[in-house]
């Protein structure tokens, strides 16, 4: 696609001025939306039971990693299969899902697992089964995204406007995750005010998607590379 643009002189001279220009630029709020509720999502489902169990239950270190591991080995394997799903039903349907399941979910999951990971009374399977759902959510809201958004965007901004989205939901948003929830979990000692955060951005994520979002799984990149782009950059 990229050599096609070459041949057509469509090559683009300023991909990240593009990214931010025009028509692109609404694409480029509408999936920072979706990704930031995807990153926030991920985080609080995998990243931020690791700080849970520690500061909130008290487990120390080797307890809780016992807890996750088997979450984290099953997670690439279910990001994989959500991946393989949104190719036969959609990208949309599966990570708007995934949103909805970390919205209703996180609160009564959390407790669950507040309940089961007690440092004097630990119930181990159930704190893991509590686990791998929250993985299970991690997975619908990330595996089917990066084909999405490769979809989304045109050739010649495609891996930039991706890149700038990605890099920006995930190093701050879901970065900001362990210790924005971490922080108000440790000041209030109330688990629904810190999870306000990581429901707070999904539901922003799934109202932009629901109205938003194209469904892309059908889109076919090579079939119109660089017509998405309206600009005087060309080369």
Excluded: C
């Excluded at 939306?33 to 931020?48: D, E, K, L, R």
């Excluded at 108000?184 to 629901?210: E, F």
């Amino acid at each position: 696609m990229f050599a096609e643009l070459k041949a057509r002189r469509a090559v683009v001279r300023n991909p990240l001025k593009v990214t931010f220009t025009g028509e692109n630029l609404r694409r480029v709020l509408i999936a920072a939306a979706v990704s930031f509720g995807q990153a926030v999502a991920w985080y609080t489902a995998i990243f931020w039971a690791l700080f849970f169990l520690q500061t909130a239950q008290k487990l120390d270190l080797i307890t809780t990693y016992k807890i996750l591991l088997p979450g984290l080995i099953i997670a690439p394997i279910l990001h994989v299969i959500m991946g393989w799903l949104s190719d036969s039903i959609g990208r949309k349907p599966i990570v708007l899902t995934g949103f909805a399941l970390a919205i209703v979910g996180f609160y009564p999951l959390y407790t669950l697992l507040g309940r089961f990971a007690q440092k004097d009374n630990l119930q181990y399977w159930p704190a893991v089964l509590t686990v791998l759902a929250m993985t299970v959510i991690a997975a619908m809201v990330w595996g089917p995204l990066p084909a999405l958004l490769a979809e989304y965007f045109p050739t010649q901004v495609r891996y930039t406007s991706l890149g700038v989205v990605q890099n920006a939901a995930n190093g701050w948003g879901g970065g900001l995750v362990p210790y924005v929830t971490t922080w108000v979990q440790t000041a209030t000692g109330n688990l629904m005010w810190a999870l306000v955060y990581p429901i707070a951005l999904p539901l922003i994520g799934l109202v932009v998607g629901l109205l938003f979002l194209p469904e892309t799984a059908r889109h076919r990149l090579w079939e119109q590379p660089g017509t998405a782009v309206a600009t005087g950059e060309g080369e």
